[in-house]
């Protein structure tokens, strides 16, 4: 492709160019594409989805308790209908999934000292799906099991942090639109606010706050390179100025994969609380699980967070759209609101005049809820009700599962092919605590010059388009990866997912990566003579 065709390309998401990289990387016969472009995972958790099936039964034999007709199953009893499962659970011991069922049964009665009718009917009721989610923002037991969930791998069961209000959405896209909307509706963000963003960073965070709903002026708090994607104090104290309405980044990175160090992480918490305590903090923590000991943004500045987290990636349920939003039941936004000039709290009332008797008493998180549905649609909100099981029982399955063995072989998976992937290129495999290894990011051009020389990388820099490599690997390698230059990364760089190909296909990609390398410095070379 010629480099005038190439920059017409420059201006697509990295997610919407990839549909061109693989049209131009498929090929027939003996050879095969190899799509590391996006990161849906080629895995699932198979035990938490065998026992969302079993009892997905147990509920039908409930609903047929109460027939209407034949076939017309009715509404499941709530009285008795513990020692009604704890029967068939005895009855079907041997069945898949029973086992683990019984486990997360005990778990919550012993552990959260909830009422056995109380969560059985609700899971009952809910995987059922013959009424609206009630309460709409989240079912209450599944929002109590989840919160457990997010307190273990968060914030490291730190019961100090307190309650986080949770809204179940339909995956971390909808909490990512649901969170922009409300944040101008309620006017906690306005058209050209100056907001950071950590980058690199998921390309919407970039190509969002450019549309004409919102025209934020950016300031990117950058990653460093060099110091393994960390960031600089010097890039933190730019949210020092007073300007700066608010931050938002993906934690950890996406496509550097990378969590912040601890101390960087104690910084941005003692700067809101004592400079910035009306900083607006938007996580994005769905990668949070694959780095031990993790711990959230929520954990160090909790009143200023909105936490994003989805179960799409650890669990393999991309498809399943299964995401919470998560704000502490103390936060500034809700005071914001209230300090709002009258004029707009008069008109924020009657947007939410049709929902509650008292709007001023609404909380943000309970508006993103109505505003998700035009708040003329709030009686019908909600992520539909067996998601929410779904949901809840993939937190039970972590919850229960004390050694965890779960995210041992989740962790495993993307290390053994993170070390293929660099063998393949020929180089050490970054080796950190905080990495969660899930991507890959090659900057091709600091590869040339530690492999070849500085002149060599520099004439890539300056003779090829930036996406010029990811096309030439497509066409030539049939292998797609996502330009890194779309997520703010470095220019000519790459990001490989190591979730969604077989593990012997990252030796094979990094090889892909090796080869076309030493074929423009053999091109080079030829030029030069």
């Given amino acids: 492709m010629r480099p005038s065709e190439e920059k017409k390309y420059e201006s697509l998401s990295p997610f919407e ?120 923002r989240m079912l209450s037991i599944c929002e109590r099991i989840v919160h457990r969930y997010l307190e273990q791998e968060m914030w490291k069961n730190n019961k100090k942090i307190g309650k986080f209000d949770l809204f179940a959405t339909e995956g971390g896209t909808a909490a990512m639109d649901y969170i922009f909307t409300s944040l101008m509706e309620n006017k906690l963000l306005h058209k050209h606010d100056k907001i950071a963003l950590g980058t690199p960073i998921f390309t919407p965070y970039l190509e ?72 607006i903090l938007l996580t994005d923590d769905v990668y949070g699980t694959f780095v031990n000991d993790f711990k959230s943004l929520a954990a160090v500045a909790p ?50 005049k049709s929902v509650i008797l008292n709007p001023n008493k609404m909380k943000l998180i309970d508006r993103m809820v109505a505003d998700s549905r035009s708040v003329a649609l709030n009686h019908t909100a909600g992520l539909s009700t067996p998601q929410q099981v779904l949901m809840t029982m993939f937190s039970l399955f972590c919850l229960v599962d004390k050694k965890n063995v779960y995210k041992k072989r989740a962790q495993n998976i993307i290390k053994e092919r993170i070390k293929d992937l660099y063998k393949g290129v020929g180089i050490p495999h970054p080796d950190n605590r905080y990495d969660a290894h899930y991507y890959a990011t090659i900057d091709i051009p600091v590869l040339a010059r530690k492999r070849y020389s500085k002149e060599f990388s520099k004439y890539l820099i300056k003779n ?31 990001r490989a997912s190591l979730a969604n190909l077989p593990d012997k296909d990252y030796l094979k990609i990094g090889k892909a990566i090796d080869e076309l390398l030493a074929e423009y410095y053999g091109e080079w070379r030829k030029n030069k003579k």
Wanted: proline fraction near 4%; hydrophobic fraction near 40%.
């Fill in 17 to 136: 160019l990839k549909n061109k990289l693989i049209g131009m990387a498929e090929t027939r016969h003996e050879k095969m594409m190899l799509n590391a472009g996006r990161g849906n995972p080629n895995w699932l958790a198979v035990e938490a989805r065998e026992a969302f099936f079993r009892f997905g039964l147990f509920a039908l034999r409930e609903s047929e308790k109460n027939l209407i007709k034949a076939g017309f199953g009715g509404m499941a009893s709530k009285k008795g209908i513990a020692k009604r499962f704890e029967k068939y659970a005895s009855v079907h011991k041997n069945e898949r999934g029973m086992a683990f069922l019984k486990k997360a049964y005990a778990y919550v009665k012993k552990e959260l000292k909830i009422n056995g009718d109380d969560f059985i009917f609700e899971l009952v009721d809910g995987i059922l799906g013959d009424h609206y989610p009630t309460p709409d």
């Fill in 208 to 279: 969002i706050p450019r549309l004409n709903d919102y025209e934020f002026i950016e300031l990117e708090i950058k990653q460093d390179e060099n110091k393994m994607w960390q960031y600089s104090d010097k890039e933190i104290d730019k949210l020092k100025d007073p300007k700066v309405k608010a931050f938002f980044l993906v934690h950890p990175s996406n496509p550097t994969s990378m969590a912040m160090h601890p101390k960087t992480l104690k910084k941005i918490g003692d700067l809101v609380k004592n400079k910035r305590n009306d900083l």
């Fill in 303 to 352: 009143k200023n967070t909105i936490l994003v987290y989805s179960f799409s990636k650890y669990f393999g349920a991309t498809g399943w759209r299964l995401g919470v939003i998560g704000m502490h039941e103390d936060n500034v936004f809700d005071k914001k609101i209230k300090a709002l000039p009258k004029i707009q709290r008069n008109k924020l009332y009657k947007r939410y």
């Fill in 464 to 494: 090829f388009e930036p996406i010029d490599f990811v096309m030439r690997l497509a066409e030539e390698k049939s292998v797609v990866l996502l330009d890194g230059g779309g997520f703010d990364a470095p220019n000519m760089s790459v």
